[in-house]
């Protein structure tokens, strides 16, 4: 049975500041859900702490509100379990890329088949607006008593570098190009990255509505890769040549920022997904699902451990 938008909105009022980029990442968020029709009993949301925290309370599919952090290893464990489930993280620039930069650099490594969605505004909204790991050095936001001293990250580039097989960027406040980048991003088998600029009206004075869509040259600041000649997808995942060729023209794109941003997809390659390791390594086996696998029958375990114990015993 098909549904529609309306049908993904919960019963929960969204209470973020009036004119905060997080309402059009969510819209884009549950129109790209509508746009699939994706079944939602198969759909899990999972988010860490902080703004973004509270997106899965405002869909009405599963949802999963974890740690300051810690979002990535409950979502690849839940992936992992079932297979079969849609798995969408999402979280904040502090709470991916600062407590959570572990997860998020060895996340990659896996290449689990996931959409990872991170509201990307320069500032820790929620703790009143100190700086985050990606607001660039010398900047001070009306939240800040003096300039940012640290340098900004680049999370395009770690992610490239760190083995996201799928790396894209877009904005807030444009829903139809976020919501079609979304869409591509969960179709896409194995690891994806979606870093999104969102305004934040409270904190942030300086990467604001304006800033971004201002005209620069005759042209908008922000302006769209599939738009232009670039072409960040490997056609031939084997091509070791061509792969390095396309990361070095990916990271160099990423760095472009100032009078031109650009946002869409960066870099694309399609390559096995954890799950495709796993079926490999245990003799492809034809369904590995452990949600389905049945661990206790007829009151005894379906598993006999005891030669297992035996070897551990001290």
Known sequence: MSYKLADLKSDYASDWCPGCGNFGILTSIMSAIVDLQLNRSKVAIFSGIGCSGKTPHFINITGIHTLHGRALPFAIGAKLANPELTVIVVGGDGDGYGIG???FLNAARRNVDLTYIVFNNGVYGLTKGQASPTLKYGLKTKSLPLPNINDGINPLAVAIISGYTFVARSYAYDIKHLKEIIKQAINHKGMSLIDVLQPCPSYNDIHT??????IVNNSKRIYKLEET?????VKDPTNQEEIQSKIINAILKTQEWGDKI???IFYKIDLPTYHDRLKQRYNMIPDLNPSKMKF????????????????IKV
């Open 229 to 233: 000649d670039y072409d960040g997808f």
């Open 296 to 311: 206790y029958e007829n009151n005894k375990p379906t598993t006999d451990i005891s030669k297992l114990i035996e070897e």
């Open 209 to 214: 509505k304006e800033y971004f869509e201002a």
């Open 262 to 264: 650009p946002i869409g």
């Open 101 to 103: 930069a572990g997860h």
